[in-house]
């Protein structure tokens, strides 16, 4: 017997949701199911709220501390969720992951430097290294089946002098790898044989899948321990993105240091009331109502999966080990970029995330966000089998 509702419509629209509020702007017409930007459509966990609730009566919103529950909640998280044993000095608060991959560029690179990215991935590495005047270097990932693996081979033929970064999504987003050990390993091996510094993005980490478990990047050798940083937030997993949880954690001395020291003097590691109030009672209360979620999910996904194979084999699903973003791979339909994207928006009324976002690699590809009321994931896939038809 379930807990809580995730069949539960809630109405977004007017609440200054980007998932439905552009939809006219981004797809060109607003009478779309918006199944795009990487938020759910799920109130978060009853206790993070009527946390905030009863914080607000008190009417008063002056500077907030950091409070040792605060780190000790992020600890005890990262221990029980992962296995991963961390120290208070090596977590810093971050005002959002991209603005962090942002920091580490400023403080570990110069313009001209090359950055890693192994694409089809999640756009931002992309953009924020390009707007920071440094190369993106392109490893791209190979499609195995239908799962992606890491190119190791390629990655050691395109390494210079230059290579000062590599940008992780662990687990990978938008194809929903669950990296296992022996890859992050050997990926760990290659970078600090290279001087090469790997920034890990596990903000999907909780939302495992199947029994599939996720491995942090820094415990998989004393090398990747000494030569990375990652990046994290409860946000993707409690639906609070709009509240800026994320953080940092770092191992290596010297690099946290640095880090710490670029955040501390620009005022960048001071959270509101909310991002440490929310994150605290996330990780200290949430996890039976995350467990749920994942069971909706997977059945979100399993609903997505067997639809399709049984009203449209054109359009393949690769099955996520982690979060609610699947990866559609519509190459079998014979359309062109724009020809697919119309396809979705014009004819089948959804809005989903265009796959060459992430890379030319995404070409052929749509991003879908099942994180929603399963009624309104039948309606989308019913739209989209009507629109092929």
């Not at 990046?231 to 509240?243: D, H, M, R, Y």
């Not at 039976?288 to 054109?314: A, G, P, R």
Request: proline share 4%; with cysteine; glycine share 6%.
């Amino acid at each position: 017997m379930t807990k809580y509702n995730f069949d539960q419509i809630i109405e977004r629209k007017n609440t200054d949701s980007l998932k439905f509020g552009v939809l006219k702007e981004r797809f060109g017409r607003d009478d779309l199911i918006p199944l795009w930007v990487a938020d759910m459509d799920f109130q978060s966990p009853p206790e993070l709220v009527e946390t905030m609730i009863e914080r607000s009566k008190n009417g008063i919103f002056g500077y907030p501390f950091v409070s040792k529950e605060y780190f000790q909640a992020i600890i005890n998280w990262q221990w029980k969720q992962h296995q991963w044993k961390i120290d208070k000095e090596e977590i810093s608060y971050l005002p959002g992951i991209v603005k962090g991959i942002a920091f580490i560029i400023d403080v570990f690179t110069e313009k001209g430097d090359q950055v890693i990215i192994q694409p089809p991935v999640y756009h931002p590495f992309r953009i924020v290294t390009q707007l920071h005047e440094r190369e993106v270097v392109n490893n791209p990932l190979i499609l195995d089946g239908n799962q992606y693996k890491m190119d190791f081979e390629g990655l050691e033929k395109i390494i210079t002098d230059k290579c000062k970064l590599l940008l992780l999504s662990n687990p990978h987003n938008p194809g929903g790898r669950v990296w296992n050990k022996d890859e992050l390993k050997k990926l760990a091996e290659i970078c600090s044989k290279n001087n090469i510094l790997i920034v890990s993005d596990e903000i999907h980490s909780d939302l495992v899948l199947n029994g599939n478990k996720h491995t942090p990047f820094a415990t998989v050798s004393n090398e990747a321990e000494q030569n990375s940083i990652t990046l994290n937030a409860p946000s993707k997993t409690f639906n609070i993105a709009g509240l800026v949880t994320s953080y940092s954690i770092i191992k290596n001395k010297n690099l946290r240091e640095r880090y710490h020291q670029y955040l501390i003097s620009n005022e960048l590691n001071q959270g509101s009331i909310f991002s440490y109030l929310t994150l605290q009672v996330a990780y200290e209360k949430g996890e039976e109502w995350m467990n749920e979620l994942k069971t909706y999910i997977e059945e979100n996904i399993k609903f997505v999966d067997e639809y399709l194979k049984t009203h449209s084999s054109k359009i393949k699903v690769i099955i996520p080990e982690a979060s609610f973003l699947i990866w559609l791979d519509c190459r079998e339909l014979k359309l062109s970029q724009k020809e697919l994207n119309s396809l979705f928006i014009n004819k089948a009324h959804l809005a989903l995330n265009d796959g060459a976002m992430f890379g030319k690699e995404g070409n052929g590809f749509m991003r879908m966000n099942v994180g929603c009321p399963r009624s309104t994931l039948e309606k989308a896939i019913k739209q989209l089998v009507n629109a092929l038809n």
